[in-house]
């Protein structure tokens, strides 16, 4: 199976590094056209959608740039997609689960069923993408929370949050990277179509992931803890951020099966220790 990825960022190089099949290619997309180009001089299978706008040095860059991440995050993803649909090609649009804001108002996690409640320009920008290729055919769209990975690297969950002195501890839904991998890989193979939650099952908390840090990476890390709404007292974000627990109900359908959140966790900090010595 021949997979074209577009998007040079992080998870699509782990991704290409990974399919000893896939194309990560070096064009900067940015008409339809661009994409039936590359469609007709790879003939790929499928295509994997990783590229967007996340913001540097974090997504509060978003709220100050608007019409650049609207174009990276929306328009871009549509016009990916209108060159799939003419060239009838599955693409594979990575999305985010940071689109859901708190708890339901049932208590239960958050489903592919449900609506979103996004209010930062970073995740209102992805939805209204998720909005529009939901509506297409031949398209499956795979969100993720907080990528946590086995090295390190500026946009994996563990570096991010042993950067900062100040954290608060909230009950989560996480991606580990390497099951993050396999998954899309599935999609891409069984051509799935639809909305899928790609998070571990269940949740975890910051405190324990830290635990697992200091556990195999660093004992002597330290940290203080602080409060959700303080983050915002302090300005050390312009806007609150999202916390939520996802589940899928679509996975299952096509019998694909992710590890739990807090197993995943510690085997994949296990691996960044190993690594970190390496």
Not at 95 to 122: M, R, S
Not at 255 to 271: C, F, H, L, N, Q
Request: glycine share 6%.
């Amino acid at each position: 199976m021949k997979i074209l990825i577009i998007g040079k960022g992080y998870l699509g190089a782990r991704c290409a590094e990974t399919w000893s099949d896939a194309i990560l290619t070096d064009k900067f997309v940015k008409t339809a056209k661009d994409v039936e180009e590359l469609i007709d001089e790879h003939q790929p299978d499928a295509i994997l959608n990783a590229a967007g706008i996340v913001g540097k040095p974090n997504v509060d860059w978003c709220e100050s740039n608007q019409e650049e991440t609207i174009e990276g995050n929306t328009v871009l993803a549509i016009k990916i997609a209108k060159a799939c649909q003419k060239k009838g090609v599955y693409l594979l649009h990575m999305g985010t689960g940071c689109i859901f804001y708190g708890n339901k108002e049932d208590g239960t996690p958050w489903d592919e069923n449900d609506f979103a409640n996004p209010t930062a320009v970073y995740t209102r920008s992805k939805y209204a993408a998720d909005l529009v290729l939901s509506t297409m055919e031949n398209i499956g769209i795979a969100r993720i929370r907080m990528p946590l990975d086995d090295r390190s690297h500026r946009a994996n969950f563990i570096d991010k949050i042993v950067s900062f002195e100040k954290l608060i501890s909230i009950d989560n839904s996480i991606t580990v990277v390497e099951d993050m991998i396999d998954v899309f890989r599935q999609l891409l193979e069984k051509k799935a179509p639809g909305i899928f939650h790609v998070t571990n099952p269940g949740s975890i908390n910051h405190k324990e992931i830290i635990a697992f840090y200091k556990k195999y990476v660093d004992p002597d890390h330290s940290n203080e803890w602080i409060k959700e709404e303080d983050l915002l007292k302090m300005g050390m974000v312009d806007k609150k951020r999202s916390n939520n627990i996802m589940t899928s109900l679509n996975l299952p359908k096509y019998g694909i099966k992710m590890r739990p959140a807090k197993e995943a966790v510690e085997d994949a900090i296990k691996k960044y220790a190993k690594n970190k010595k390496s």
